[in-house]
Every structure is written in structure tokens, then in C-alpha cells.
């Protein structure tokens, strides 16, 4: 049996953090939380995370703003933005620059979301 990569999904919603928990505990370990704060404690007590994926839309700390947070202490690890709003000038430099490897928007089929994953964890 193999084991299942790890991953973090941050979002404010307890609903997004439980059906993409669901939808993808068939291919990850999906570690979940609820703020960019909570993102950040996990990543320092889960060194095995292979990729985040934040929404961006967030009190207090945004999506981006949890990225470049995250990224000063764990700039090897691949950050993906699954979001419900369009992708905005800032996203799409911060996919140009490399801060962000991917925008998914939402819906999204959780098929395409999980083969996306497994694409940026193989490269």
C-alpha cells in the first residue's frame, strides 16, 4: 500500500474545509485550517506537507498574503489558490513571479483539482 501525500487546504469556511477534505481524502492526507494563522501553525508542526492550497478570500490575511507569509520559511513547498472570485491582476502576478503555482476557480471538479495536485507534487 502506498501512502498518501499530504496536503494542506486553508480556508474560512468550515463547509469548503469539509467537502474538500471529503473530496480528496481518496488521493491525500488533507490536513485542514480555518484561518491563514492556523495555515501557518500547521505548516511548522507538519514538515511532510507536499502543497498548500488557500482560498483567497480571508479575514484578517487573504490568500496571497498567507502565501508570502508562508514562503519565508517554506519557500520549497508549491502553493495553489482555489478561489469563487475571478483571478485578479494580483494573482496573476503572482503566478508570473512564482509565488503561486496555480489558480483553480471555484466549482471545480474535485477529478481535475486532485490531478492538478498530483501534477505539482510529481514536478
Known sequence: MSVKSVILYVDDEHINLLLFGRLMSKHFEVLTAASAMEGLQMLDENPEVKVVITDLRMPKMDGLEFIKEAKKKFDDRPYIILSGFEKSDAVKDAIRQGLVEEY????????????????????
Open 104 to 123: 483553480i476557480q471555484k466549482p471545480y471538479s474535485s477529478e481535475v483539482v486532485a490531478d492538478r495536485i498530483k501534477e505539482t507534487i510529481s514536478t
